[in-house]
């Protein structure tokens, strides 16, 4: 949806691109998350806000499944603000994250030492406390 100039996963944002989303392929990601070595899992795009009802789905299975033993971090288009105006389904998926990256990658403000992200206008949100104190919390790992 939003095309950024730049992104790096141009063939993602066709929805067309990839494999259907089945049954075996989420008990597949699901075995794979208890291995002792995966911390947790990465939603990225495209926009993984604009596929909730699949998103939705793993995160209540993983949250079900490992509790808050597995971290699940999302990137979005989306700035934090634009979030909390958004549909039931989008909140109710940022609910059940830890980290979320917000923000559109923008060309002229690419940074290729930050952290976790690529241009200086994202943010690392610590989705739990901000939902928490209704207002955004950076992620406290933060270093660049």
């Given amino acids: 949806m939003f095309r950024c100039p730049g992104c790096y996963n141009v063939a993602a944002q066709d929805f067309r691109y990839g494999k259907p989303y089945t049954k075996e392929l989420e008990d ?3 075995e794979d998350l208890g ?3 995966v911390q947790g899992l990465t939603l990225l ?3 993984p806000f604009l596929n909730t009802e699949v998103c939705l789905s793993l ?3 993983i949250r079900k499944e490992y ?3 597995k971290d699940i971090w999302s990137w979005t288009g989306y700035s934090w ?7 039931d389904d989008k909140l109710e998926l940022l609910s059940l994250l830890d980290i979320l990256v917000d923000g559109r990658f923008l060309l002229r403000k690419k940074d290729l030492t930050l952290q976790f ?3 200086s206008n994202q943010r690392i949100i610590d989705v739990p406390k901000s939902l928490a104190s209704g207002e955004v919390v950076i992620w406290d790992k933060l270093v660049r």
Avoid: A, P, V
Avoid at 81 to 87: L, N
């Fill in 28 to 30: 597949k990601i699901i």
């Fill in 35 to 37: 291995q002792s070595y």
């Fill in 45 to 47: 795009g495209g926009e």
């Fill in 59 to 61: 995160c209540k299975r």
């Fill in 67 to 69: 509790g808050h033993t």
């Fill in 81 to 87: 603000d634009e979030m909390m105006k958004e549909s």
């Fill in 117 to 119: 992200r690529g241009s």
